[in-house]
């Protein structure tokens, strides 16, 4: 199996550079096979959004340090700043779709639209869908718009393409796996759903469950209820969840030191945050450090 790739810093892709790195990038789309860049086999993070459309391949995708089987039909999706690389042990074919926040933002402009996508929460822990050789025959069209419209220079092209990265995504999500809670449990299932987003925005400025509890306009108590419910976690062990993601992602860049990793992340204590790193991840943030300084295998 080949190996990924674990560089001294992280490299970090403001834009695309499939679409020749231009700074007003806003989409692309690319096909995968012909390419002697890709796959990318060191780890490494975007500013936009990315979509592997992964039709034929066999190998592995490390993403925010967890492992995932490649194999033909995978789509995986990877939201800003989340860490990745990838391998296939054959030639790759697919398409890498590419679409910066704001664009996202003109598809889906409702932020209540947005947590509909649970394939795009950096805490959901499904990144991926395997599908079906039908499933996958049966949306592959869509791409083949995108990909006609987006080659084109014609008038509101990017109003098209955006109608059918509509269409594709919200085809994809009904396939998704929905949580027994969803359909159980809406409400709480819904009120999950938007603390991990404000999760997402505010893991360094609030401090406790009861900072964002007064956001979403409820009690601390009943947001643990619902968090407990629709998760089997607490509130407050989601919060820990994307803390202790960052400083993984931080820690594999070893251009800052422990030091500066457990300031920029808002601990007070160095001593307190290297004790809550090992406890959450069972070794120290120095083993973590040197472990992903190493080749995967």
Known sequence: MKDIRFPDDTP??????????????????????????????????????????????????????????????????ISPGQIHGWTSEIDA???????????????????????????????????????????????????????????????WRYDIVRSFLQILLTRLRRLHQPHDAESVLPRSYSLTKRFKLLIEQHYLEFGSVQDYAARLFVTD????????????????????????MEAKRLLAQSELSIAEISYRLNFDDFAYF?????????????????????PLS
């Not at 679409?19 to 796959?39: C, M, Q, T, Y």
């Not at 947590?115 to 083949?144: C, G, M, R, S």
Request: aromatic letters at 14%.
């Open 12 to 77: 970090n892709f403001e834009v695309s550079d499939f679409s020749g790195g231009h700074a007003e990038f806003v989409f692309d789309l690319v096909k995968l096979e012909g390419r002697n860049e890709i796959p990318r086999p060191f780890l490494h993070r975007h500013s936009y959004y990315h979509i592997l459309w992964m039709s034929n391949a066999q190998g592995n995708h490390v993403l925010d340090f967890d492992n995932y089987g490649i194999v033909p039909h995978s789509v995986f999706f």
């Open 93 to 155: 074919s697919g398409y890498a779709i590419n679409f910066s926040p704001e664009f996202f933002l003109q598809v889906f402009p409702r932020i209540e639209e947005l947590a509909e996508f649970p394939f795009f929460h950096i805490a959901n822990a499904d990144p991926v869908l395997y599908l079906t050789p039908q499933q996958h025959d049966e949306l592959f069209p869509l791409l083949k718009e995108i990909e006609k419209e987006n080659a084109g220079d014609q008038r």
């Open 221 to 244: 108590r009943k947001l643990n209820e619902a968090v407990k419910t629709t998760t089997g976690r607490t509130a407050t062990q989601l919060i820990h969840d994307r803390i202790l």
């Open 274 to 294: 290297c004790r809550f790193f090992k406890k959450n991840v069972q070794m120290t943030p120095g083993e973590f450090k040197k472990k992903f300084s190493a």
